[in-house]
């Protein structure tokens, strides 16, 4: 509880950037999806795309076959173990560790992504129903890695938003609040890993 109390002290004391980050965020995916409701196609494309790479030769087959198998708790640690190491911390935070504030950059882009893939219509109108709220918890995980790769480039630029002496003493500051913040990335991906597992498994029941 500690920890957690902890990793929520860092989202207070960033209370600003937190809701700015999660309108941007949100807003780049609503944005995507107006395009993607403009150009239809440009879905299609990306779908083929994703389609590869989760096929039995694709890098993500092992996820494929979890969910195939209807394995709730393979599907549930696989995706969360994606998400938090791919998803997270090699493309969001760090980047952001060598060039402050790049990963909110990445983190742009995918919004804009996930937008312009799940887009509700066509085949995904009635799945993107239930799959909503994976969008909103696994977005609010990434939101949180994009807050702690704030708040290193924060440091680094404004130590003494921190208390801190000199650049090198704020950018640790900085790091170690966004050590702090992968507590709650950790428990909000764990919850949309095993939401998205459940929805997704019974959805290929269902249909199949």
């Given at each position: ?74 599907a ?43 887009a ?9 129903i ?79």
């Open positions: 509880m500690r920890l957690l109390r902890d990793s929520w002290q860092v989202v207070l004391e960033n209370r600003r950037a937190y809701l700015t980050i999660n309108v941007l965020y949100y807003g780049l995916v609503l944005a995507g999806m107006a395009v993607s409701f403009a150009r239809p196609e440009v879905q299609q494309e990306l779908l083929t795309v994703v389609g590869q790479a989760f096929s039995t030769t694709g890098e993500m087959a092992s996820v494929l076959t979890a969910y195939q198998s209807g394995d709730i708790w393979s549930s640690v696989l995706t969360f173990g994606v998400n938090l190491i791919l998803g997270s911390f090699l493309v969001l935070t760090l980047p952001s560790l060598i060039v402050p504030f790049s990963g909110l950059v990445m983190g742009a882009y995918r919004a804009i992504l996930w937008g312009l893939l799940l509700p219509q066509g085949v995904l109108a009635l799945p993107m239930p799959h909503s709220l994976t969008l909103v918890l696994e977005g609010q995980g990434y939101i949180l890695a994009l807050l702690g790769a704030y708040t290193v480039g924060k440091g680094l630029f404004w130590p003494r938003a921190y208390g801190a002496q000199g650049h090198l003493q704020g950018y640790l500051a900085g790091l170690r609040r966004c050590a702090r913040l992968y507590v709650l990335v950790m428990v909000v991906l764990a919850v949309a890993a095993v939401y998205e597992a459940l929805e997704v498994i019974l959805i290929v029941a269902r249909m199949g």
